[in-house]
């Protein structure tokens, strides 16, 4: 299956290089898939704008990244793919490129190399986690709260551990409907060291032990399945304590000035970028070949960080990120990655839930069903 794939991608970048040299030959328009709010506008402001201005061609926004595995599969099956270029999480793109799903591509032949030469692969480096994955952002899910709910002469929370601490911070709580993040954080939470969370959550005990602790507090909890759930609840009241990803809560915090604080503790680091569905036409794979050289150079990565707190995938771009793009303030402080933010942080084993990710999403559902 891989063979096959390498060869397809091959062949698209063979043409894709002659198509675009010659005008007409690229399609006038793209359907781009990502997750809607605050992140979808930040990548439509620093690079759907200026790519459309540019070329003059038309992009249409889906906001279904959340289904994209289930979609794709779908899509697939049917021989019918509707999408040009889906925006993934790390985890999700290995399972697509394993699939068949994804073309692979040469990272240093399609993508702009660093303003100094430097190469893409060098300059993207470790973030460049499969043959298929184009990465845009290092994004973290941590926990915002509710600063005029903290009780009267009790410290805020600090991270992850409170969500579970319902005598010291009551009320309702707010976690992703699927069993990333949750499941390592309540067996990091119970007492699991950090190094032995994976290796433990492999066994039946262990899953056992997660969805014990997650017992502690499910009937206090919200479940969301869209990050901008837990801004909104936040926002309104509804919730004490939830989690989303923090480009959402510098959104509500920042943006809406809404009494709403960051707990960075135990934050789950996670890596976000672009796959190409495969079976896309000739003149459609050349479009997205030339957004990509586009979208993800040097300065359009730090130009996203001008609207979003998260930090850009490639090396070349970190030193170029400054301030918000109308609020004024620096946004280095507000990234994930900042040390003031990253004392405890978990890094998402994307390899290992590549392989258990349908297992356990299965268990967790069935879990919230009982």
Not at 50 to 78: Q, W
Not at 141 to 146: L, Q, V
Not at 270 to 298: C, H, K, N, Q
Not at 314 to 328: E, F, I, K, N, Q
Request: with cysteine; hydrophobic share 40%.
């Amino acid at each position: 299956m891989k063979t096959t794939i390498t060869l397809m991608a091959t062949t698209c970048l063979t043409l894709t290089a002659a198509m675009a040299n010659a005008d007409g030959h690229m399609a006038g328009e793209m359907t781009i898939v990502s997750w809607g709010g605050a992140y979808s506008s930040s990548q439509q402001n620093a690079y759907h704008d200026p790519y459309m201005e540019k070329t003059g061609i038309s992009i249409i926004n889906d906001e279904s990244s959340s289904e994209a595995v289930a979609k794709l599969r779908a899509m697939n099956e049917a021989g019918n793919v509707t999408w040009d270029l889906v925006d993934v999480e790390a985890a999700d793109a290995i399972r697509l490129c394993d699939e068949g799903l994804a073309v692979e591509i040469d990272a240093d032949e399609v993508l702009a190399a660093a303003p100094d030469g430097t190469s893409a692969s060098d300059d993207f480096g470790d973030s460049l986690i499969s043959d298929c994955f184009i990465p845009q952002i290092v994004f973290s899910t941590t926990f915002g709260y509710r600063t005029d709910m903290v009780p009267e002469g009790v410290e805020p929370p600090k991270g992850a551990c409170d969500v579970f601490d319902l005598e010291t911070y009551p009320g309702k709580r707010a976690l992703n409907r699927n069993p990333i993040a949750n499941m390592e954080w309540a067996l990091l939470c119970d007492g699991v060291a950090y190094e032995d969370v994976y290796d433990t959550l492999e066994t039946e005990e262990g899953q056992a032990k997660a969805f014990a602790k997650l017992d502690t507090i499910k009937d206090q909890t919200i479940w969301w399945t869209a990050g901008a759930e837990t801004p909104q609840l936040l926002a309104d009241g509804e919730i004490f304590m939830g989690s989303t990803y923090n480009g959402r809560l510098f959104s509500v915090i920042a943006e809406q000035d809404q009494p709403v604080g960051m707990a960075w503790d135990w934050q789950m680091f996670d890596l976000d970028g672009w796959v190409i569905p495969t079976g896309l036409s000739d003149e459609r794979m050349a479009r997205v070949m030339d957004y990509l050289e586009f979208a993800t150079d040097t300065q359009r990565l730090a130009d996203q960080a001008k609207y979003i707190s998260y930090g850009p995938a490639r090396a070349s771009s970190a030193p170029l990120v400054g301030d918000h793009a109308t609020l004024g303030i620096p946004m280095a402080e507000h990234m994930p990655t900042d040390p003031a933010n990253a004392t405890n942080t978990f890094y998402n084993n994307y390899l290992w839930w590549a392989d258990y990710r349908d297992d356990l999403d299965a268990k967790f559902q069935a879990w919230l069903s009982q």
